[in-house]
């Protein structure tokens, strides 16, 4: 678990490994130049121009607290059902973003089905449109659900996995809720489906390695799809943007 190693260190630990690897002087751009590149096709890198862009009003919004220079733009492989390869992308904290990056390589290798891993922006940052397509995503400055506090997401250490599949459900004023809609026949988790992530699962299993939690261990609300940082570490955060 790197998580409090990368919070110390943060982005100063980030860039000195990029110096690290630093190729010869060539015609790149800054931000390929910040690329943390461990292996063809997993990087990390602080968020390119074009990225923050497409970001703004969707993701990132105007009140949002979070400083571009504290999240990270990922760059991953994974396998779909089908065993293609396919590149995703996502933006998440800086304490977090070598340990997804870990963790997206190490379920790419076993060829672990990941449906898509699109950034929340390609879908207006409309959680409900993103997880019906069944999309991966990590960061999006919003609310829980029904609630006034901003998400796990919002802080971007927490990740939701082939939504569509791994529904959540929670009660809300008496009423039970599923997100999305259309996950509703995956919620009876006896069933056998593809995607469908269960206790002592590789997903399950490395993300807790790396110090995340799983909603579908929840009591009353049931998040399936969901891995986020405890509270302990969130709430450091919390402080650190005063949110
Ligand atoms: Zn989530």
Not at 25 to 44: K, L, N
Not at 145 to 163: C, E, F, P, Q, Y
Not at 174 to 182: D, F, K, L, N, Q
Request: a negative charge; aromatic letters at 10%; glycine letters at 8%.
């Amino acid at each position: 678990m790197k998580m409090t190693a990368m919070l110390a260190g943060g982005l100063g630990a980030v860039l000195a490994a990029a110096v690290a690897v630093s190729p010869a002087p060539c015609a790149i751009s800054a931000a390929e130049e910040a690329e943390v590149t461990e292996e063809a096709g997993f990087t990390i890198s602080e968020i390119p121009d074009e990225i923050f862009e497409k970001m703004q009003g969707k993701s990132y919004r105007e009140d949002c607290p979070i400083p571009r220079e504290d999240l990270r733009y990922l760059r991953v492989l994974h396998k779909n059902l089908e065993g293609e390869t396919l590149e995703g992308e996502l933006v998440c904290h800086e304490t977090v973003a070598e340990d997804l990056v870990d963790i997206f390589r190490e379920l790419y290798e076993a060829g672990y089905p990941i449906g898509k891993i699109k950034l929340a922006d390609e879908y207006d940052a409309v959680d409900e449109a993103m997880m019906t397509d069944n999309n991966t995503s990590c960061f999006n400055f919003r609310f829980i659900s029904h609630t006034t506090k901003i998400s796990k997401h919002g802080l971007g250490v927490a990740v939701d996995i082939n939504t569509l599949y791994n529904p959540c459900t929670k009660t809300v004023d008496g009423e039970r809720v599923i997100e999305p809609p259309a996950g509703e026949p995956y919620l009876d988790r006896g069933q056998d489906f593809p995607y469908k992530i269960v206790e002592g699962d590789l997903c399950y299993n490395l993300f807790l390695e790396h110090g995340f939690i799983w909603g579908g261990n929840w009591i009353n609300v049931k998040d399936y799809q969901h891995f986020e940082l405890p509270d302990e570490v969130s709430d450091e955060l919390r402080a650190r943007y005063e949110m």
